[in-house]
Nanobody, 116 residues
């Protein structure tokens, strides 16, 4: 089992920045990939970015490339999502996700609202 605790959401003006954090605990040695998703009302959950634990290979959704940066601190078992140049359409609940060989685990979600 892996437990995830997210932090860093909130209200920000368009063009602003936020950094989300997600700390993992439990069977952390089983984690292979850490990722961020989001879900806006009426929409499906969308994969934004992921990063491998070994090697740190990253991938990004087209909607956030060049604006969002995923990173991890293996010593702290934490993954981050730096979000810059935020737009109103980035408003959503953001979820941390980790993948082991057999399972996906999810955080509780943190609200990000981009509004003047």
């Amino acid at each position: 089992q892996v437990q995830l605790v997210e932090s860093g959401g909130g209200l920000v003006q368009p063009g602003g920045s936020l950094r989300l954090s997600c700390a993992a605990s439990g069977s952390i040695e089983s984690i292979r990939v850490m990722a961020w998703y989001r879900q806006a009302p009426g929409n499906q959950r969308e994969l934004l970015a992921d990063i491998t634990i070994v090697g740190g290979t990253t991938t990004y959704a087209d909607s956030v490339v060049g604006r969002f940066t995923i990173s991890r601190d293996n010593a702290k078992n934490t993954v981050y999502l730096q979000m810059d140049s935020l737009k109103p359409e980035d408003t959503a609940v953001y979820y941390c996700n980790v993948r082991t060989r057999f399972f996906y685990y999810w955080g509780q979600g943190t609200q990000v609202t981009v509004s003047p």
